[in-house]
């Protein structure tokens, strides 16, 4: 397992941007999928994005399809979560989460490793 931190939630504007930051503990960063999950309150935790350990393959929710793009860059040991057009049902916490070898499920049951989570508010 590693640890992740997640960093860059806030609060902003309907169609305003916002970059999340996943950054990893460890030297075996490469070899992990990750995803972003987030969760509003008094709703289940929702699947936003996965990229795979290869970084080959890539998904998304559909809800956030087409506004939101994950990246990674293994010299940093960092996963990125760029959210464009934000509207306020996109507030929620925000979760990282990784799996060794994961080729980019969304479903969080298969991910082993996760952040703390961090607040993203999109007034109207």
């Known amino acids: 397992q590693v640890q992740l931190a997640e960093s860059g939630g806030g609060l902003v504007q309907a169609g305003d941007s916002l970059r999340l930051s996943c950054a990893a503990s460890?030297?075996?960063?490469?070899?992990?999928?990750m995803a972003w999950f987030r969760q509003a309150p008094g709703k289940e935790r929702e699947f936003a994005a996965a990229i795979s350990w290869r970084g080959i393959n890539i998904g998304y929710g559909d809800s956030v399809k087409g506004r939101f793009t994950i990246s990674r860059d293994n010299a940093k040991n960092t996963v990125y979560l760029q959210m464009n057009s934000l509207k306020p049902e996109d507030t929620a916490v925000y979760y990282c989460a990784a799996r060794r070898y994961s080729i980019g499920s969304r479903y969080a049951n298969d991910y082993d490793s996760w952040g703390q989570g961090t607040q993203v508010t999109v007034s109207s």
């Open positions: 460890g030297r075996t960063f490469s070899t992990y999928g």
